[in-house]
């Protein structure tokens, strides 16, 4: 059985919520998910927060159950460099420091929730894709490698744009062989696509 992943649940970060000054206590307030085109209303929390504590209420359903979900967490801090701390959350089930808690039949960090992450279940293939991606993005060239080289950028250093240049022609070689397999070349001719 394959775990699911950090994107199949809501979840809810302290790290936005205190940069959006939402965590002073008194304050009570709904915090919503809504769908990105239509603005229609997804999904909705009842937050409260007290001096060390968070409580978050809200329902949740599927085909088989439904419930009534009001949870109580507590608010860790841990110094930051300069004098500044840094808020956490601590997971209600295993008590370990949480940035992000997700929303299901419980809310907990994705450790109790037995989640992975997407890239977890990548191919080496598509691990090397989405590198090849990332150094083409700072090149400022289009994504996919089938999409040709462009030119150095306006304003990039030439010892930037060589190293990275280096680093494009490292990761291409290998996907660019796999390409040429499942197109029937060789992989003399691979290199020329």
């Not at 649940?9 to 085109?37: S, T």
Request: one cysteine or more; glycine letters at 6%; hydrophobic letters at 35%.
């Amino acid at each position: 059985m394959t775990k699911p992943l950090t994107t199949d649940l809501r979840h809810i970060d302290v790290r936005q919520l205190a940069r959006k000054k939402l965590l002073v206590p008194g304050y009570r307030y709904a915090w919503e998910w809504k769908h990105h085109h239509t603005g229609e209303l997804k999904a909705s929390i009842w937050i409260e927060i007290a001096d060390a504590y968070i409580t978050f209420r809200y329902k949740i359903s599927n085909r088989e159950q439904s419930c009534h979900i009001a949870q109580a967490v507590q608010l860790v801090t841990t110094p930051c460099n300069y004098g500044h701390q840094r808020v956490w959350f601590a997971c209600p089930h295993c008590g370990r420091k949480a940035a992000l808690l997700y929303l299901g039949f419980k809310l907990a960090c994705r450790r109790c929730h037995k989640m992975a992450y997407e890239v977890q279940r990548e191919s080496l293939h598509d691990r090397q894709c989405r590198k090849l991606d990332k150094v083409r993005e700072r090149l400022g060239w289009e994504a996919g490698f089938l999409n040709g080289h462009g030119n150095k950028p306006t304003g990039m250093h030439w010892y930037t744009y060589e190293k990275l240049l280096t680093e494009h022609h490292r990761l291409e070689a290998p996907i660019l062989a796999q390409f040429g397999k499942l197109c029937g070349l060789d992989a003399e001719l691979a290199k020329y696509l």
